[in-house]
């Protein structure tokens, strides 16, 4: 079922706001999928979402080569029994302080815990246009 990205049902937020681990599948440069276990989270006032790494990862470097060509295709996505949510949108790589911190914050919220200091955390930001999923 088709959700508004922007304006998503209050079960469907409710259930991004749960602690649930999630999957962002990233494209390698030969075309297939390359799908890891990861932290997100949502933003709907924004329409983004949010996952923290390590810029040597190869979330990361999928990401980086797809830009140079024209943009990072991604999803992320979470199940819990028979509910399951999914997020669209185009990636990029940030590595301002700024927007990094923001994302350990939102991170440490929604995951009950501050993940260790990391000099080499960057952020994948996600600037969603399409959400699916069933509550």
Same mark, same amino acid.
């Given at each position: 079922?088709?959700?508004?990205?922007?304006?998503?049902?209050?079960?469907? %937020?409710?259930?991004?706001?749960?602690?649930?681990?999630?999957?962002?599948?990233?494209?390698?440069?030969?075309?297939?999928?390359?799908?890891?276990?990861?932290?997100?989270?949502?933003?709907?006032?924004?329409?983004?979402?949010?996952? =923290?790494?390590?810029?040597?990862?190869?979330?990361?470097?999928? =990401? %980086?080569? &797809?830009?140079?060509?024209?943009? &990072?295709?991604?999803?992320?996505?979470?199940?819990?029994?028979?509910?399951?949510?999914?997020? #669209?949108?185009?990636?990029?790589?940030?590595? #301002?302080?700024?927007?990094?911190?923001?994302?350990?914050?939102?991170?440490?919220?929604?995951? #009950?815990?501050?993940?260790?200091?990391?000099?080499?955390?960057?952020?994948?930001?996600?600037?969603?246009?399409? &959400?699916?999923?069933?509550?």
């Amino acid at each position: 079922m088709a959700i508004d990205v922007r304006d998503p049902s209050p079960e469907y %937020l409710a259930f991004w706001r749960e602690y649930h681990l999630c999957t962002l599948t990233t494209q390698r440069p030969d075309g297939s999928p390359h799908v890891v276990p990861v932290g997100v989270t949502y933003d709907p006032e924004a329409g983004l979402a949010r996952v =923290i790494t390590n810029k040597s990862s190869t979330k990361v470097a999928n =990401i %980086l080569a &797809a830009q140079r060509q024209g943009g &990072a295709r991604v999803a992320v996505c979470q199940v819990h029994r028979g509910r399951w949510a999914t997020l #669209e949108g185009r990636a990029t790589v940030r590595t #301002e302080r700024e927007a990094v911190e923001d994302a350990v914050r939102r991170y440490a919220e929604r995951y #009950e815990r501050m993940p260790a200091p990391n000099p080499d955390r960057v952020l994948i930001e996600i600037a969603l246009d399409r &959400a699916l999923g069933r509550g």
